[in-house]
């Protein structure tokens, strides 16, 4: 129940293209989701974030779209470049014990065709 | 932004020695550090959660006898493989938070560890 289930594993869009990459989750509890970029060889790095009290947030040409009721979020990147090919990692956090853990989805490696 | 730093980037040793990797906070006070285990292609699974000044709570399935971690101060937090073996190959990355339920996570840049 604290799996976060992201898809598609690959995706290769052309450059100026909108890249979507699709996570969902189970558990009502999770109450952050953040989205990670990781280039090769290094840790992931905070792309944007949004609570469950909001369905789009916006940042540049980063969008999350998030349906509470369906338990889904999704990442959209506008008009899409070369640098922004990278694995991308959706997430969900809780509280566990007053701690907080956060769970990654499996990762999605995009490539941008110039 | 907030900086976390973790070195070695890469370190390579043989198989039964141990081997210390180091995750700084340079610009905040981590009051709770992750670490993360990654394999290719794969996501990151928590290995473990290190409150300051606090023993270390580690996931189902990770030996705390083999990954020792430390968390002496509110900058440094210490993750040792004791024994390597072959198969501890792997990407470790830690993350750091300040004190308050949504403070954000920041990432180091990982260590990549081969055993030989």
């Known amino acids: 129940q604290q799996q976060v289930k992201q898809s598609p594993q690959s995706l290769i869009v052309q450059k100026g293209g909108i890249s979507i990459i699709n996570c969902a989750y189970e558990n009502t509890a999770f109450d952050y989701f953040p989205w990670y970029q990781q280039f090769p060889g290094k840790g992931p790095a905070l792309l944007i974030a949004?609570?469950?009290?909001?369905s789009e947030k916006k940042e540049g040409r980063f969008t999350i779209s998030f349906n509470k009721s369906a338990k889904q979020f999704s990442l959209h990147i506008m008009d899409s470049q070369p640098g922004d090919s990278a694995t991308y990692f959706c997430a969900a956090s809780l509280l566990i014990q007053g701690a907080q853990k956060l769970v990654f989805g499996q990762g999605t490696r995009l490539t941008i065709n110039p | 932004g907030a900086v976390v730093s973790q070195h070695p980037s890469r370190v390579i040793c043989k198989s039964g020695t141990s081997v210390k990797i180091e995750c700084r906070s340079l610009?905040?006070?981590?009051?709770?550090m992750f670490w993360y285990r990654q394999f290719p292609k794969q996501s990151l699974m928590l290995m473990a959660t290190?409150?300051?000044?606090?023993?270390?709570?580690?996931e189902q399935g990770v030996e705390k006898d083999k990954f020792l971690i430390n968390h002496a101060s509110l900058t440094l937090s210490t993750l040792t493989v004791t024994s390597a073996h072959p198969e501890d190959s792997s990407f470790y990355i830690c993350?750091?938070?300040?004190?308050?339920?949504?403070?954000?996570?920041?990432f180091g840049n990982g260590t990549r560890l081969t055993v030989t």
């Open positions: 949004i609570r469950p009290d909001v």
């Open positions: 290190s409150n300051e000044g606090s023993k270390a709570t580690y």
């Open positions: 993350s750091a938070k300040a004190r308050g339920i949504r403070s954000p996570l920041h």
């Open positions: 610009d905040f006070q981590a009051t709770t």
